[in-house]
């Protein structure tokens, strides 16, 4: 039906204000209790209701459902010298309240054994208050599966699950940023780093050969060759390719520059383990907070994914290997010459352009360049000037116009 269990859309102007709010209070303590409350038909007729409300925990203790049973006791609450009451009509609506009550009862009585006759009373007695101790619990069937096999639902899959989606987006900025700095994981801590990570994506793909999932029609799958046929045909290979050691090979300083660049173009498959992070935040979207921190996210992904992009063509123009001098009409040669760090010739070594600014300026400028010209500001300090610079800027415009489109729509 979509509405309140405090069946507030009931009440008239009879109902009494101050049942109807400790109703509600019973909802929100997740409390057990019992009213009398009188509430109104779709034709406005009047309806006394006996209600009891009971919330139900499941194994950890947790509120997840709320019984709430609802009594006509309308002949109960009819004054006897009411003509309408007399007769065959009162004894008619009397005996289908108590047989109403009475089937409510045997409901809810657990089945009493042979030997327990001495405890019926006591247990019809906890019956009619609602005792938490005889209150059912809602737990979900364990389905039984082979030993080797995890259900995909269980604590330890879950906390794992949550270590993937952290490591996924350590992947997600890590890997634009290296493919497009160019940066060779000298620095052993950083390359310790990617080895473990690379190692627990091989650890996850072993561990999805072996669980559980949902078929079609709503059921666990716990058939192993079933499993494995599905993990294969759906993220096997994507999943394999985006643990591939690319960081140590790119460590050693005899690879060529040519394998060495396709090795870190590899990395970028890697970001399509977000596809999988996107399903497992689908049943997040109903909380408010949570939509608004994966917006943020998310923006800021964006942002730092065409920051990268950005210093990808102000680094394949800033030197004209045709003429091997470099543009003055570059954002990166402008930037060199404002912070102090100018691009200069070696003529007495390698006879090439060296200096410029460094990898963390120019990272933080061209952040500052993305997230203004999605945010539509663009204060114009940092502005493109080349034609490959102009063209990225207008894609980049429309992307802030789409987001900021469908964000206020």
Same mark, same amino acid.
């Given at each position: 039906?979509?509405?309140?269990?405090?069946?507030?859309?009931?009440?008239?102007?009879?109902?009494?204000? &101050?049942?109807?709010?400790?109703?509600?209070?019973?909802?929100?303590?997740?409390?057990?209790?019992?009213?009398?409350?009188?509430?109104?038909?779709?034709?406005?007729?009047?309806?006394?209701?006996?209600?009891?409300?009971?919330?139900?925990?499941?194994?950890? $203790?947790?509120?997840?459902?709320?019984?709430?049973?609802?009594?006509?006791?309308?002949?109960?609450?009819?004054?006897?010298?009411? &003509?309408?009451?007399?007769?065959?009509?009162?004894?008619?609506?009397?005996?289908?309240?108590?047989?109403?009550?009475?089937?409510?009862?045997?409901?809810?009585?657990?089945?009493?054994?042979?030997? &327990?006759?001495?405890?019926?009373?006591?247990?019809?007695?906890?019956?009619?208050?609602?005792?938490?101790?005889?209150?059912?619990?809602?737990?979900?069937?364990?389905?039984?599966?082979?030993?080797?096999?995890?259900?995909?639902?269980?604590?330890?899959?879950?906390? /794992?699950?949550?270590?993937?989606?952290?490591?996924?987006?350590?992947?997600?900025?890590?890997?634009?940023?290296?493919?497009?700095?160019?940066?060779?994981?000298?620095?052993?801590?950083?390359?310790?780093?990617?080895?473990?990570? $690379?190692?627990?994506?091989?650890?996850?793909?072993?561990?999805?050969?072996?669980?559980?999932?949902?078929?079609?029609?709503?059921?666990?799958?716990?058939?192993?060759?079933? #499993?494995?046929?599905?993990?294969?045909?759906?993220?096997?290979?994507?999943?394999?390719?985006?643990?591939?050691?690319?960081?140590?090979?790119?460590?050693?300083?005899?690879?060529?520059?040519?394998?060495?660049?396709?090795?870190?173009?590899?990395?970028?498959? =890697?970001?399509?383990?977000?596809?999988?992070?996107? =399903?497992?935040?689908?049943?997040?979207?109903?909380?408010?907070?949570?939509?608004?921190?994966?917006?943020?996210?998310?923006?800021?992904?964006?942002?730092?994914?065409?920051?990268?992009?950005?210093?990808?063509?102000? $680094?394949?123009?800033?030197?004209?290997?045709?003429?091997?001098?470099?543009?003055? $009409?570059? /954002?990166?040669?402008?930037?060199?010459?404002?912070?102090?760090?100018?691009?200069?010739?070696?003529?007495?070594?390698?006879?090439?352009?060296?200096?410029?600014?460094?990898?963390?300026?120019?990272? #933080?400028?061209?952040?500052?360049?993305?997230?203004?010209?999605?945010?539509?500001?663009?204060?114009?300090?940092?502005?493109?000037?080349?034609?490959?610079?102009?063209?990225?800027?207008?894609?980049?415009?429309?992307?802030?116009?789409?987001?900021?489109?469908?964000?206020?729509?």
């Amino acid at each position: 039906m979509q509405k309140s269990s405090t069946c507030s859309f009931m009440y008239g102007e009879l109902t009494d204000k &101050e049942t109807s709010e400790k109703v509600r209070q019973t909802f929100e303590n997740y409390e057990m209790n019992s009213f009398e409350i009188l509430m109104y038909k779709k034709n406005r007729m009047p309806v006394w209701f006996f209600v009891k409300i009971a919330p139900i925990r499941n194994e950890q $203790d947790k509120v997840v459902l709320f019984l709430c049973t609802f009594n006509d006791i309308t002949a109960f609450k009819q004054p006897i010298e009411d &003509e309408s009451s007399k007769g065959w009509a009162k004894f008619a609506r009397l005996t289908r309240a108590l047989t109403s009550s009475r089937g409510v009862l045997q409901q809810l009585a657990p089945a009493v054994h042979k030997g &327990e006759n001495v405890h019926k009373h006591s247990r019809l007695a906890e019956v009619l208050q609602l005792g938490s101790e005889i209150l059912p619990q809602y737990k979900q069937e364990t389905p039984k599966t082979p030993p080797h096999i995890i259900l995909h639902y269980c604590l330890f899959k879950t906390t /794992w699950d949550w270590v993937i989606l952290i490591l996924t987006f350590y992947t997600a900025i890590m890997v634009p940023y290296n493919v497009s700095f160019k940066t060779k994981q000298n620095n052993v801590t950083w390359l310790v780093v990617d080895s473990i990570v $690379d190692v627990i994506f091989l650890v996850d793909i072993v561990l999805n050969f072996h669980t559980t999932f949902v078929g079609p029609g709503g059921e666990v799958i716990s058939d192993p060759k079933l #499993i494995r046929m599905n993990y294969v045909k759906t993220w096997f290979v994507i999943d394999l390719l985006s643990c591939l050691p690319y960081d140590v090979i790119n460590a050693f300083e005899n690879v060529d520059e040519g394998i060495s660049s396709l090795f870190s173009s590899l990395k970028v498959v =890697r970001l399509l383990r977000l596809g999988r992070v996107a =399903r497992k935040l689908d049943h997040y979207i109903e909380y408010g907070a949570a939509v608004l921190v994966l917006l943020v996210c998310v923006f800021g992904l964006a942002a730092h994914w065409l920051a990268c992009i950005w210093y990808s063509i102000g $680094d394949y123009e800033v030197i004209d290997e045709d003429t091997n001098n470099v543009r003055l $009409d570059s /954002w990166l040669y402008l930037l060199g010459e404002t912070v102090g760090t100018p691009y200069r010739f070696n003529i007495s070594g390698s006879s090439r352009w060296e200096g410029g600014p460094s990898k963390d300026s120019v990272y #933080i400028t061209s952040l500052y360049f993305t997230m203004t010209s999605l945010t539509s500001i663009g204060f114009g300090n940092i502005a493109p000037n080349t034609d490959g610079e102009k063209i990225f800027a207008v894609a980049m415009m429309m992307i802030g116009c789409e987001s900021i489109s469908f964000f206020v729509i």
